[in-house]
């Protein structure tokens, strides 16, 4: 059945939804709906009770309007683009599917899934002004491009007499970042004749006071100041750092090539979150950085999870 649904491979972004790509079935209620009116016509019929039959007739027009309407909550949707942050192997991946559609209908009870395909829970799609976004988390396992599988967009409205669906099969795959080392050496000391500072709590050298934020230590806060100025103050401090840090694949003898990829990645975080700046060096490839800042993160992380595999 799924090899006969249409798309049959995958295929850019955006994709409408149009007749030849929408299909309806009844469901299980409209199975039983459905015997429930040919008993009642054909006891109409066997003992001649027009009412019965004329009631009959009425209900089975309004399981055929059903059917169309199903399919109109689908006719004309677009999904214009997927996306998802990319995470750390293990984690699980928040997809977006954002979707488009004229404004003039009202399109309710949309349902994202995979048809059980990859085991993805179920995502509502809702839809204001003609625009809206469904969420869906996709368990991840390894580094490197994650391919989504087939989606399905369906709907039983409005009678849940018959479900309307409708496949989207992206093309581009995802990023999954390596997992980071769990444990492991420090970060490699920076070297080098551009030493920077940086705002720290625990440094050496008072770099100025600020006003207190909600969380900050009770032992930072300058209580003489805090009472001449009537408001509570905060000394920052500044820490002096090396220049650069040096990431290294070369200098991991002794690891393989996973744990090696395992640890850059553990050590960019870490420059990241200690504010250094630090350059990414692996075999085959340009040297990246020195640089610092979310753009650097992604492409030393996004070198790291492309790595071939040993």
Request: overall charge neutral; charged content about 20%.
């Given at each position: 059945m799924m090899s006969l649904t249409r798309p049959r491979r995958p295929e850019p972004l955006p994709a409408r939804f149009d007749r030849r790509r929408i299909y309806v079935l009844p469901t299980g209620f409209g199975l039983f709906y459905g015997a429930l009116l040919a008993t009642m016509t054909l006891g109409a019929l066997n003992y001649n009770n027009n009412p019965a039959f004329l009631?009959?007739?009425?209900?089975?027009?309004?399981?055929?309007?059903?059917?169309?309407a199903a399919q109109l909550q689908l006719t004309g949707l677009s999904i214009v683009a997927i996306d998802a942050e990319p995470v750390p192997a293990g984690m699980p991946l928040t997809v977006r599917v954002h979707a488009r559609a004229a404004p003039d209908r009202?399109?309710?009870?949309?349902?994202?899934?995979?048809?059980?395909?990859?085991?993805?829970?179920?995502?509502?799609?809702?839809?204001?002004?003609?625009?809206?976004?469904?969420?869906?988390?996709i368990a991840t396992e390894r580094r490197g491009w994650l391919d989504l599988p087939r989606l399905r967009i369906s709907t039983t409205r409005p009678l849940g007499l018959a479900r309307a669906w409708a496949h989207v099969w992206p093309e581009a795959p995802l990023l999954v970042y390596p997992t980071p080392e769990a444990h492991g050496p420090p970060l490699p000391v920076g070297g080098g004749d551009q030493a920077v500072t940086r705002l720290h709590p625990s440094g050496d050298d008072v770099h100025h006071l600020r006003a207190y934020r909600f969380g900050d230590a009770r032992?930072?806060?300058a209580w003489k100041h805090s009472a001449r100025r009537d408001t509570l103050l905060v000394r920052e401090y500044e820490q002096p750092l090396g220049a650069d840090v040096e990431l290294e694949w070369h200098r991991l003898t002794g690891l393989g090539q996973e744990a090696r990829i395992s640890r850059l990645a553990r050590w960019v975080d870490e420059a990241e979150r200690d504010g250094c700046r630090y350059?990414?060096?692996?075999?085959?490839?340009?040297?990246?950085?020195?640089?610092?800042?979310?753009?650097?993160?992604?492409?030393?992380l996004r070198a790291l999870a492309l790595m071939p595999y040993g």
């Open positions: 009631l009959a007739l009425l209900l089975g027009g309004a399981g055929l309007a059903s059917l169309i009202l399109r309710r009870g949309l349902r994202v899934d995979d048809h059980g395909a990859a085991g993805i829970d179920a995502a509502v799609l809702d839809l204001e002004q003609g625009a809206g976004e469904a969420e869906l988390r032992r930072a806060i350059r990414l060096s692996l075999p085959n490839q340009p040297t990246l950085g020195p640089g610092t800042g979310p753009a650097h993160r992604h492409a030393c």
